[in-house]
T-cell receptor, first 115, second 116 residues
Framework: NAGVTQTPKFRVLKTGQSMTLLCAQDMNHEYMYWYRQDPGMGLRLIHYSVGEGTTAKGEVPDGYNVSRLKKQNFLLGLESAAPSQTSVYFC????WGGGRTDTQYFGPGTRLTVL | GENVEQHPSTLSVQEGDSAVIKCTYSDSASNYFPWYKQELGKRPQLIIDIRSNVGEKKDQRIAVTLNKTAKHFSLHITETQPEDSAVYFCAARTPTGGTSYGKLTFGQGTILTVHP
């Protein structure tokens, strides 16, 4: 049971390049999330999904897109990277809130630098 | 939307002392308050949580208290040890619509350093 995994662990992009971050979970969780973590600002929600085929905007969605084609995977895309997107990105997942634990389990993170 | 303020931003204590981190939230509908610990270069991990129908919860050296009237909750760590050194985040969840699900809003984090 690997929990939540993220690919890649590190990436350096040039301004304007695109990339996709992959999150995978093997806990059969319904809900998945993408956060970014910047110094002094905690974790801010980018996008989230409440089930396969669904996505919704979080607190800071601009410049990002997501897809949840399979229940176990949640992809985060940057179409045209900007230096302001330099950050550590965390994926998380949780059970459906009703009647079960609400604990969000985090992946190991992806450190992205945009030059 | 929900706003969570966390204080202090840094906290330095001697081994064996107690540490207290406080958070306030703005939305009275918030009903779930987890605390996460993040060691350097690692992922955030849940250490304790509390729901709005409970005033206090304890797990060995860690306790969380909730004051719904004042809309604040606190993390208490007793008999601190060097391995408690980490960044601690509080969060609040506000239900969305008719379901119990809601997004977590995180505080800005507290860097706790425990000196041997």
């Amino acid at each position: 049971n690997a929990g939540v995994t993220q690919t890649p662990k590190f990436r350096v992009l040039k301004t304007g390049q695109s990339m996709t971050l992959l999150c995978a979970q093997d806990m059969n969780h319904e809900y998945m999330y993408w956060y970014r973590q910047d110094p002094g600002m905690g974790l801010r929600l980018i996008h989230y999904s409440v089930g396969e085929g669904t996505t919704a905007k979080g607190e800071v969605p601009d410049g990002y897109n997501v897809s949840r084609l399979k229940k176990q995977n949640f992809l985060l895309g940057l179409e045209s990277a900007a230096p302001s997107q330099t950050s550590v990105y965390f994926c998380a997942s949780s059970y459906w809130g009703g009647g079960r634990t609400d604990t969000q389990y985090f992946g190991p993170g992806t450190r992205l630098t945009v030059l | 939307g929900e706003n969570v303020e966390q204080h202090p931003s840094t906290l330095s204590v001697q081994e064996g002392d107690s540490a207290v981190i406080k958070c306030t939230y703005s939305d009275s509908a918030s009903n779930y308050f987890p605390w996460y610990k993040q060691e350097l270069g690692k992922r955030p991990q849940l250490i304790i949580d509390i729901r709005s129908n409970v005033g206090e919860k304890k797990d060995q050296r860690i306790a969380v208290t909730l004051n719904k009237t004042a809309k604040h909750f606190s993390l208490h760590i007793t008999e601190t040890q060097p391995e408690d050194s980490a960044v601690y985040f509080c969060a609040a969840r506000t239900p969305t619509g008719g379901t119990s699900y809601g997004k977590l809003t995180f505080g800005q984090g507290t860097i706790l350093t425990v000196h041997p």
